[in-house]
């Protein structure tokens, strides 16, 4: 027997158990996406959260954020997930391109290594200077 769950994964509404699963079947899917509701899906299902990490590619530990996240936001708990990888990334040194997609400062050929901002590196159109 595995160890206990730190939090249960609360019964699905019909609409999100549809919606988790056309996310698993969709083409066009962000392939994290997918990977945190397969995992749902196994948890729903009966899976440990170790199993239904194994069937997703996802840890243990990521499984049970990401419970912990659906029991409070339901399927907005995407957009919690997208925020904090959002938040992540630009600590690793990556910043928002005018678009608004990350862009890693290594990719602009500027260093801030030296504390200042990678937006230094920017000229008035937008790319590397």
């Known amino acids: ?67 912990k996240r659906f029991n409070a936001h339901g399927l907005a708990y995407e957009r919690a997930a997208g925020a904090r990888a959002d938040r992540s990334a630009t600590r690793a040194g990556s910043r928002k391109g005018s678009d608004g997609h990350l862009v890693a400062a290594a990719a602009t050929g500027c260093s801030a290594q030296d504390g200042s901002s990678p937006d230094r590196c920017r000229n008035d159109s937008g790319g590397a200077a």
Do not use: F
């Open 1 to 67: 027997m595995g160890r206990p769950r730190k939090e249960e994964l609360r019964e699905l509404k019909e609409e999100e158990r549809q919606e988790l699963k056309r996310v698993v079947k969709a083409t066009s899917e962000r392939i994290d996406a997918i990977k945190r509701a397969k995992a749902l899906l196994a948890v729903t299902a009966g899976a440990t959260l170790t199993v239904a990490g194994q069937e997703a590619g996802l840890s243990r530990e990521a499984v049970a954020q990401m419970v």
